[in-house]
């Protein structure tokens, strides 16, 4: 068991589209700070909220830690990913039994999806301009 000291904060990186979450786990009583701001206040979803505690919940280290993240880039459900993903990395950092846990459940897992990038001779990634034969 690979188990870091108590007094040291564990730092990892989450992503999901294009916003980046620098994640800081210390010792705590399970506080989540999102760029200087309770993450309640920050997201303001509560699904959002509790798709960012899913991790801690699923290994229940709910109490023992608090969260501070620097999120940057996307848009709020970007965010929670990364987060979401960048507090999996930080745990799994801190103790390596909880890897199978947030495996099994998805949540080491980087969702590479992004958003297509627009084609030259069309108005969008997909979209084509209208036809005309004549």
Do not use: W
Request: proline fraction near 4%; charge should be positive; hydrophobic fraction near 30%.
């Amino acid at each position: 068991m690979a188990t870091q000291t108590s007094t040291q904060p564990t730092i990892a990186t989450g992503r999901r589209k294009t916003s980046v979450a620098r994640v800081r786990l210390t010792p705590g009583v399970g506080k989540i700070f999102v760029n200087g701001k309770e993450f309640t206040q920050y997201f303001g979803n509560a699904v959002q909220c509790s798709y960012i505690e899913q991790p801690l919940e699923y290994v229940d280290v709910k109490e023992k830690f608090d969260v501070q993240a620097r999120l940057d880039g996307g848009g709020k459900a970007g965010q929670a990913g990364a987060l979401r993903h960048g507090i999996s990395r930080a745990l799994v950092e801190i103790d390596a039994e909880y890897r199978d846990v947030l495996k099994a459940k998805g949540c080491l897992t980087r969702d590479d999806r992004m958003k297509e990038r627009k084609k030259p001779g069309q108005p969008g990634a997909r979209k084509r301009f209208q036809f005309s034969k004549r």
